[in-house]
């Protein structure tokens, strides 16, 4: 562990692990800048290396068998699934929060279905592409019930145990500047140390995505001792990503992901999904690759979203599964649920 004493020095390490322009070399092809396109290396490995965190569990976890599970593992098996129609046809690799950008712009994953927040500067200046959203968080505070602190001003000389190379760091510090409130960072780079350091009680306070908060409070000891703070401290859109000047694999990543959005706005399950072959309406027949030359056209077979729905369902399927009423988050919609239902996912016109 680190402990930064000051908040200047704690921002200035902040912004050296979060920042920093990545030169993300392409290797081109159909939509690219030039040569082959990472979608054919992907193609011809016949596996997808996908970076996820593994210890959040309903996001990204893996249990003592190796198995994986959660929201972003589900994407990452939607993408295997359009490629190989093998949802298994994955290889996950770990990452931290400092270290998932270099791991993708150095080719060692293919994407990020990492809890990463969408940003300005991670879009341009550190060469990523974001995917569609397929979280919609905030960032919030937790505290122990007893401790009986109820808003950030409570923290007046008290320690919060904070990730390094997140937003959450650089969030925490912008929030209570503005506060005018002086707090101890005590800073991390490891998510498991942070938790145990806040659980022994060398933090009042720790801090990070809401729903890694409420994912990370089902681990500790007695989870009915910690509780979160009305307060949200960000916007963090949550998603996967790629690295830039590759757009015919950004373009698979980015349509499969629209595609389980889209799947629910029909109504096609992993259920039901036969049901709809030889559908009398257009945008179905095209939208499960009956008609028009939707996959082909990106390099896919033409029913990839077919395969993706058969074999990971759609974009609600994956959030009841992980988060919601089939989970032990029994996490509500919100923000994420169709556009049709008051929330913000949304996806383009297939066709
Ligand atoms: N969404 C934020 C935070 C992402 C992040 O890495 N958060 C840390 C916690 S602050 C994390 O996921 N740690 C892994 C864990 O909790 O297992 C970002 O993209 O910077």
New binding site residues.
Partial sequence: MKKWGFLGLAAALTLAACGGSTDTASDGGPGTSGGASRLQTVLSRGQLICGV?G??PGFSFVDESGAYSGLDVEVCRAVAAALFDDPNAVEFRRLD?TERFTALSGGEVDMLSR???WTISRDTSVGMEFAPTTFYDGQGMMVRVDSGITDLEDFAGRAVC??TG???ELNLTDQMRRLGVEFEPVVFQD?DAAYAAYDEGRCEGIT??KS?LIA?RSTLPNPDEHTLLEVTMSK?P?GPLTVNNDSAWFDVVKWVTFGLIQAEEFGITSENVEEFLGSDDPNIARFLGEEGTLGTDMGLPNDFMYRVVTHVGNYGEIYERNLGSESEFNLERGLNDLWTNGGLLYAPPFR
């Fill in positions: 965190d210890g959040i929060s809890n990463t927040t904070v990730e997140t937003t959450t998510a990070s995505d890694q990370r963090e949550l």
